[in-house]
């Protein structure tokens, strides 16, 4: 994850929504404040999700949205994320949500040579990306967009959501965009940041100070597959890929404690009529 940024004259005038007093997952109203400061973070007791209070308004995270970039560690995780997908049939069509530059889908290329990448993201970026060839369609909005959910039904085997789902105003009405977007039996591959992972231990403010002011909400993982399983998915079991290797390995490689997790589900089959 890269440094946060000098805040420029824009970014020192941030526009928040009015604060609120309940969680936005669950609705309790049994929060403790987090961090203090012009990106406050409050965390709901009952559930563990975090999240940003008062958030910016709509236009503020458009400021500061991620950039995949081009970095060689950002290339490193781009194809550990693409190898998870490699046990299921490759796909005729995949979407990238947020995709920004789409340097994901173009890395994922190499391991799906044969599939269609699509990219969407609220930024022109993604045109920009058509044009270099990184994604064969271009959609510039916001997935939850009544329009652009009803134009993507059913079209995609797999939809990814790579550090994006964090970013969104509303976690649970994106996934249910994503999962009208997929086919029945496709896959969606989320990535995002653990609040609770070996970093956010150990360095409590510090690393949450870092994720801030882009991520909206930081997510516990059971939060996400009990919801995921509610819509009728089928959370697949982690691979060798996605498990963490213990500390005392990480401590003898000297590799970077993960602080992220992933997630692949299944789109189940509609139900039959009787």
């Known amino acids: 994850m890269s440094a946060p940024q000098e805040p420029t004259a824009l970014s020192a005038r941030p526009v928040h ?9 669950c609705g309790s109203r049994d929060l403790r404040p ?3 400061g012009p990106y406050a973070v409050d965390e709901c007791r009952p559930c563990s999700h975090l999240f ?3 958030r910016l308004t709509a236009t503020g995270p ?3 949205l991620r950039d995949t970039g081009d ?8 194809r550990r994320t693409a190898r998870a997908m490699l046990p299921f049939p490759e796909p005729e069509a995949w979407l990238d949500v947020g995709t920004g530059h789409a340097h994901f889908p173009q890395t994922a290329k190499e391991f799906f040579p044969y599939s ?3 990219g969407l993201d609220p930024t022109p970026r993604v045109e920009q990306a058509r044009a270099a060839g990184r994604v064969e369609r271009a959609y510039v909005g916001r997935l939850t967009n009544p329009q652009l959910t009803a134009h993507l039904r059913a079209r995609y085997d ?3 959501m790579v550090h994006h789902l964090q970013s969104v105003p509303d976690p649970r009405e994106e996934l249910r965009a994503a999962l009208t977007a997929l086919r029945s039996g496709g896959h969606l591959l989320l990535e995002l940041l653990d609040p609770h992972c070996a970093f956010a231990t150990l360095l409590g403010g510090w690393w949450l100070r870092r994720t801030q002011p882009g991520r909206l909400h930081l997510m516990p993982p059971d939060n996400l597959r009990t919801e995921l399983e509610s819509q009728g998915c089928t959370i697949i079991p982690p691979g060798p890929a996605d498990r963490v ?7 003898l490689s000297r590799a970077r404690l993960p602080d992220t997790y992933r997630i692949i589900a299944r789109k189940g089959e509609p139900a039959s009529s009787a």
């Open 245 to 251: 290797p213990p500390a005392a390995a990480l401590l």
């Open 116 to 118: 269609s990448f699509d």
């Open 52 to 54: 940003q209070n008062p």
């Open 158 to 160: 797999v939809v990814s």
């Open 62 to 64: 458009a400021l500061r």
């Open 71 to 78: 970095g060689r560690g950002t290339s490193r995780r781009h």
């Open 34 to 36: 987090r961090q203090a």
């Open 17 to 25: 929504e009015p604060r609120r007093d309940d969680c936005p997952w």
